[in-house]
């Protein structure tokens, strides 16, 4: 069994960064972060492989969150910068045995999710 607990959200203005932690126990492989705002269906954001060396991000972020992770801490990051007020929702970590997806039902385990609002 793996249990995540994400960490970091908050509310910042628009231009500004957040960085949010997925502490995970438990055997996990590749790791993902999902976003789900008010009225709207969870999305992709980015994953990663279980060395770090492959990831992979939604268009909506590319060039602007990186995705990160500590093995050695059992740790995923999302380092986000240039926030949006269209980026604001909540955001899940997830962990999947397998390699990357980037379709939510493709994960085994999901954290509690962690608030990230970002005003205009």
């Known amino acids: 069994q793996v249990h995540l607990v994400e960490s970091g959200g908050g509310l910042v203005q628009a231009g500004g960064s957040l960085r949010l932690s997925c502490a995970a126990s438990?055997?996990?492989?590749?790791m993902g972060w999902f976003r789900q705002a008010p009225g709207k269906e969870r999305e992709f954001v980015a994953a990663?492989?279980?060395?770090?060396?492959?990831?992979y991000y939604d268009d909506s972020v590319k060039g602007r969150f990186t995705i990160s992770r500590d093995n050695a801490k059992n740790t995923v990051y999302l380092q986000m910068n240039s926030l949006k007020p269209e980026d604001t929702a909540v955001y899940y970590c997830?962990?999947?045995?397998?390699?990357?997806?980037?379709?939510?039902?493709?994960?085994?385990?999901w954290g509690q999710g962690t608030q990230v609002t970002v005003s205009s």
């Open positions: 990663i492989s279980w060395s770090g060396g492959s990831t």
């Open positions: 438990g055997r996990t492989r590749s």
């Open positions: 997830a962990a999947r045995t397998t390699t990357m997806a980037v379709t939510a039902a493709n994960y085994d385990y």
